[in-house]
């Protein structure tokens, strides 16, 4: 940090000022007198501007932590669920058009596997017409995968859990 030129100010002139501040100029943390008016933090201290960016920080710094303990609680939770199944979705892009523009993705491959990490589904799905190219030519198409009138298209099959 560069350091400040002294101001040209007489003493006389310097106190004068100092009495017409309506705003505090001493830092309550670090006890600096900065010559812009300190800023008020969120706890109601007023803080220079090093000490309120520090202050911002260990805020932040809390925040995450607090967010990293919640995030801990929700996995411990839903790994504890025996029904869980985790998703996996890789795209395939999309050939470019003849002038190079991008076209969207061609196909999805879905993966599904249960907390104990057997697979429940593993199927590419074409997303685009079947004249469109880019898919891998063992790419299903949607209509066809979930054609099954007794099961929802929302829930795939799994051994020993569907109750039929």
């Known amino acids: 940090m560069r350091e400040s030129v002294p101001s040209p100010a007489t003493a006389a002139q310097l106190a004068a000022?100092?009495?017409?501040?309506s705003k505090p100029h001493t830092c309550k943390d670090c006890g600096a007198h900065p010559e812009t008016p300190c800023i008020q933090a969120s706890d109601g201290r007023h803080l220079c501007a090093a000490c309120a960016y520090i202050h911002r920080l260990r805020t932040r710094q809390q925040e995450a932590a607090a967010a990293s303990r919640q995030a801990a609680e929700q996995a411990a939770r839903l790994l504890a669920d025996e029904h869980l199944l985790v998703?996996?979705?890789d795209y395939t892009p999309g050939e470019p058009t003849a002038s190079g523009n991008p076209r969207p993705p061609a196909a999805a491959r879905i993966t599904a596997i249960d907390r104990d990490g057997t697979p429940v589904c593993d199927r590419t799905l074409r997303l685009t017409g079947p004249r469109t190219p880019g898919a891998p030519a063992h790419a299903t198409d949607p209509a066809e995968t979930t054609a099954d009138p007794h099961r929802p298209a929302h829930r795939p099959h799994?051994?020993?859990?569907?109750?039929?």
């Not at 000022?17 to 501040?21: D, I, K, Y």
């Open 17 to 21: 000022a100092a009495a017409r501040r």
């Open 87 to 89: 998703l996996a979705v």
């Open 158 to 164: 799994r051994p020993g859990l569907d109750r039929e």
